[in-house]
């Protein structure tokens, strides 16, 4: 009884679990909690994690990505701008494409394997419509740095090392986010 009495109330609107839609289309499950902190402020924590290979491309990696919003309305609801950070490991090779964005030559993970560690941080914009008493819809975009350090392989699926600890800093795109929102 005394455990009960020690957990906080939850109230609607308190907390919500989500999903992105866009990570989980391309096979990179998305899980994340919110939790109310303020009539206008929530903590959000989201993990994504992709720990298999298709069609022998290599693209292996999980992260988390905390972040804090400030709802120009009320929480859940409207517009909102956050601030957060990601961390987290990747494993990327056998990608063929001819991708140079932003001073990233993306067209690298064509013949070359990447494995190694990133963290960052960005600001982010968003909308949330509320669909039902329960269900939401979030729309965001997220702008920052990463940095990242990894060592390189000749091909996606051998062992050989041709460079150890090698830097990048990445700046664009940080968060695409398009949520299915249970709140509770």
């Known amino acids: 009884m005394v455990l009960f009495a020690a957990i906080p109330v939850l109230r609607a609107q308190d907390v919500a679990l ?63 701008v956050g601030a957060h950070v990601i961390g987290g490991q990747y494993n990327f090779g056998n990608l063929k494409n001819n991708i140079k964005f932003l001073g990233t030559d993306f067209s690298k993970l064509t013949d070359q394997r990447y494995q190694g560690w990133m963290i960052g941080a ?28 990894s060592d390189v392989y000749n091909c996606s699926n051998c062992g050989k090392k041709v460079r150890s600890n090698v830097p990048h800093n990445y700046v664009g795109p940080t968060k695409a986010a398009l949520n299915i929102i249970y709140a509770f």
């Open 18 to 80: 989500k999903t992105n839609l866009i990570y989980d289309a391309l096979l990179s499950p998305t899980v994340g909690v919110e939790v109310g902190l303020a009539p206008q402020w929530t903590a959000d924590l989201s993990g994504t994690i992709n720990a298999w290979s298709v069609n022998d491309h290599r693209w292996k990696q999980w992260n988390l990505q905390p972040e804090i919003r400030y709802w120009f309305c009320q929480r859940f609801a409207g517009h909102f």
């Open 122 to 149: 960005g600001i982010a914009y968003g909308y949330s419509w509320i669909l039902s008493r329960h269900w939401n819809l979030e729309a965001e975009i997220g702008i920052g740095w990463i940095y990242t350090r």
